[in-house]
């Protein structure tokens, strides 16, 4: 066995395929020079892109924003790609019925991770669609009876400017306060709970703070008070354990890019029983029992199936991998600096998201020194804006400390060395930060910042 | 279907395989997913659907790096 080991070893320090695609890197480096590309300059194999030079790619720990395609996705993608072109829409020949089947295959298996049947899956173009469909389609068709609608200062933007529009519209939202730790307070949802409610929306597990909604408990409260229950698992399935019936759900948005599929898929389950009724955002031929008209995109919908497929099977394993690499990360980043606050609840969080703020550090600055290092701050969708994100202002986190937060995000693909890595240039940068930061000067001496008197000029 | 030397040249197959990802996360996501699924199933008394399961992976691996390696890679490599 030892020298099959030794052998192994050796075979592979002399491996080919590394040699091969570095050859290959230098032809493309010829040719691409010989195009007289300017927005990129090479040197010495580092790239200069928007007047910062980093030496390589960096390493990839942004798994909340999105997920690289799993190899095996890809291969049942490519698969039925190749061949199966149909409508799946078209009755009448071989061609759609074959691309029928396989969108039925990928419905039973994303109905399979959720424990929904397949008839209550309906496919949309990713779960931004899928949360106004649930958000306005619901209070749409109810819109005589029920003209009030619960949501958290926390959602997603999509969720949030959804009930915006629907407030436009006349109806009325409330927006219920989180606690520190980011966890809703059922008592406040309680109270909120109006005869003339027609829909909670509440998102299982927040892209930015990685916190898990007790569920369970609010699926109750819904139920008690018969309300329609529409949550947004974009970050949760694959991921934990789902189940709508023991959660009570009535409508729950699904993306397919969080879960190592293709971008621009999604799904949207809606009960069947007790039937919970919708209309629809997109009109045409009746497709998807006529709540989501158009052209199912079946190559996307079979990477989406088979996503989840592959979910339900590594969930297990992946769990424990990205836990121990949490612990890693936060362990290694706590021994060398202090200062270091956990934004959310440590106990009811998702391991794959760890959203860490470094006091005495400006934000920006860390940012850009964290060039390699493919981390962000707030999630996408609100770094256009120059605020700090706004589920870090719910928390009540103050705006300093808001600023300064980081967002590493660890999944499947995640190494040991690429955390150890991470953690040992965060931990330079901050230091590098903190020495030329006279604030941490100060309160090394022990001076209380919050109560210094500035002096006006 | 399970004898010793022919679960060890499954394993050293898919290792093989794997190697040769240009991507530095799927190499070692290959590594060390099939010794892991190698270790966890070792005890099990009825190894066939285990072993045709693995048997699988390997076309699809073997399908997938030849499938990425036909691509020019990015100009960069990784840093790591």
């Known amino acids: ?457 | 279907m399970g004898s010793r030397s022919e679960l060890l040249s499954l394993c050293r197959a898919l290792l093989r395989a794997g190697r040769q990802f240009p991507h530095y996360n799927l190499r070692e996501y290959t590594k060390r997913r099939t010794m892991d699924g190698f270790r966890m199933n070792k005890n099990l008394t009825d190894q066939s659907k285990a072993y045709a399961e693995a048997k699988a992976q390997l076309v699809v691996v073997e399908r997938s790096v030849k499938l990425y390696s036909l691509y020019p890679p990015p100009k960069t490599k990784n840093i790591m």
């Open chain 1, 1 to 457: 066995m030892a020298s099959k080991v030794i052998s192994s070893t050796i075979r592979r320090a002399l491996s080919k395929p590394h040699g091969a695609v570095s050859r290959r890197h230098h032809l493309s480096t010829v040719a691409a020079a010989a195009a007289a590309d300017t927005s990129t300059a090479y040197e010495d194999e580092s790239i200069l892109m928007k007047g910062v030079r980093i030496s390589g790619r960096p390493l990839y720990l942004d798994m909340q924003a999105t997920t690289p395609i799993d190899p095996r996705v890809f291969d049942a993608m490519n698969d039925s790609g190749i061949n199966e072109y149909g409508n799946p829409h078209s009755r009448t020949h071989l061609y759609g019925w074959e691309a029928e089947n396989a969108v039925e295959v990928a419905r039973i298996q994303v109905a399979k991770l959720i424990g929904a049947s397949p008839k209550e899956i309906i496919f949309m173009s990713g779960a931004t669609e899928a949360n106004n469909t649930a958000v306005k389609g619901v209070m749409h068709f109810y819109r005589d009876t029920k003209k009030h609608v619960i949501t958290t200062q926390t959602e997603h933007k999509c969720v949030l400017d959804s009930c915006r529009h629907l407030q436009q519209e006349g109806f009325e939202v409330t927006y219920l306060p989180v606690k520190t730790d980011g966890l809703v307070d059922l008592e406040m949802l309680r109270e909120a709970i109006r005869p003339d409610t027609g829909l909670v929306s509440i998102m299982a597990v927040n892209n930015e703070i990685g916190v898990i909604q007790p569920m369970e408990e609010i699926g109750m409260i819904c139920k008690e008070h018969n309300v329609p229950f529409h949550t947004d698992a974009a970050q949760a399935i694959g991921k934990i354990p789902v189940d709508v019936k023991k959660w009570n759900i009535a409508l729950m948005s699904m993306s397919g890019h969080k879960i190592y599929g293709p971008k621009g898929v999604g799904a949207l389950f809606v009960r069947r029983r007790p039937r919970i009724r919708l209309e629809p955002l997109m009109n045409g031929g009746g497709q998807e029992r006529g709540l989501r008209s158009g052209t199912a995109s079946t190559q996307q919908i079979l990477g989406f199936g088979a996503a989840c497929e592959l979910a339900m099977r590594e969930m297990e394993y992946d769990e424990k991998w990205i836990k121990g690499l949490q612990e890693r990360l936060l362990n290694g980043v706590r021994e060398k600096l202090d200062g270091v606050v956990v934004n959310g609840s440590m106990e009811s969080r998702y391991s794959g998201n760890l959203n860490l703020s470094f006091a005495y550090v400006e934000g920006e600055s860390l940012l850009m020194g964290l060039k390699e290092v493919a981390v962000s701050s707030g999630s996408a969708c609100t770094s256009a804006s120059l605020e700090p994100s706004y589920v870090l202002r719910a928390l009540g986190v103050d705006e300093d400390m808001a600023h300064t937060s980081i967002r590493f995000g660890i999944g499947r693909f995640t190494t040991k060395e690429e955390i150890d890595k991470a953690v040992e240039l965060t931990v330079r940068q901050v230091v590098k930060l903190r020495e030329m930061s006279p604030l941490y000067e100060m309160v090394k001496e022990g001076i209380d910042i919050k109560n210094i008197q500035w002096s006006q000029h």
